[in-house]
């Protein structure tokens, strides 16, 4: 258990008060999850959202039903509940998303294999969640500003899960035909400060159980500033960050699903279908 989930609810409230056009990404990713639903063929009878907090969507044209849960109650919530432990009827739901949230949880095999048992037979889960480099300038100049001034480094930022890692772990839970890519961005701010409001603004600030109860102190904030402003600055002195994204997807298993090909029951071999393309 590295997260505080009472913590995390705490924020992600508090960021509900924030504009949804205040949070990085969120809107933009909103709209292109109901947009890849949308090239899907099938149609979505009844479906969870977990995580999209107070930010207004427009559902894709094929789901018919669509409920939004929320670690607490915000103008868009339908189901208050933690993700970690899913209220959900098995085999009851034919779709279920999950909106930047997994990554601040303390299971993510045991959410995916939840969400799994409560998906009927070629219902599909979509996912997006920051991952891997994310904010490593930050966590760089954190650590290296802590350790310089309190000969110590408290965790500040939580670790993000490699994109082989959740293309493994959709797998394990049972989920057919699963893909896993990735976005990356580099963000560019005026200064730090800039940036670490954005984060305040998300809910996405320190939820580590780890973390020290106290502020951080100015003086290690005034420094790691520096330390960021002397490391990651552009040409204009505007500071950058980095962000990665991934997409997961799976689908729970049908037996109408495609199948891979058997070793050896392919017509040609991959140097005849390559000289084909050329």
């Known amino acids: 258990m590295i997260h505080d989930r009472k913590l ?5 409230k508090r960021s ?11 809107n933009d990713y909103s709209e292109e999850m109901f947009e890849r639903i949308e090239l899907v063929k099938n149609t979505f009878n009844d479906g969870l959202a977990l995580g999209f907090r107070n930010i207004k969507f427009t559902k894709a044209k094929n789901i018919i039903a669509l409920r939004n849960a929320e670690l607490s109650v915000s103008k868009n919530t339908d189901l208050i509940c933690d993700e970690e432990y899913l209220p959900i009827k098995k085999s009851s739901l034919d779709l279920i998303i999950s909106f930047f949230n997994l990554h601040a949880s303390n299971d ?8 799994n048992q409560s998906l009927k037979p070629n219902g599909l889960f979509m996912g997006c969640l920051f991952v891997g480099d994310t904010l490593k300038e930050l966590r760089f100049c954190l650590a290296k500003a802590e350790e310089e001034i309190s000969n110590g480094v408290s965790p500040r930022i939580s670790p993000f899960a490699e994109l082989q ?4 772990l959709l797998q394990r839970a049972n989920f057919n035909l699963p893909v896993a890519d990735i976005d990356r961005h580099r963000v560019v701010y005026d200064n730090p400060i800039k940036l670490m409001k954005d984060l305040r603004d998300m809910g996405e600030t320190n939820i580590l159980k ?55 029951s392919g017509e040609k071999n991959l140097e005849e279908a390559i000289s084909e393309l050329g």
């Open 165 to 168: 890692d959740l293309s493994n």
């Open 210 to 264: 780890e973390k020290q109860k106290n502020f951080l102190r100015k003086d290690i904030l005034e420094r790691t500033i520096e330390i960021y402003k002397d490391n990651f600055s552009l040409e204009n002195e505007k500071i950058f960050a980095t962000f990665e994204i991934a997409w997961i997807i799976g689908w729970k298993y049908h037996d109408s699903q495609q199948k891979p090909l058997k070793p050896g």
């Open 16 to 26: 509900f008060k924030n504009k949804s056009d205040s949070k990085l990404f969120f």
């Open 8 to 12: 995390a609810r705490i924020k992600r």
């Open 108 to 115: 993510i095999p045991g959410i995916l294999f939840q969400i």
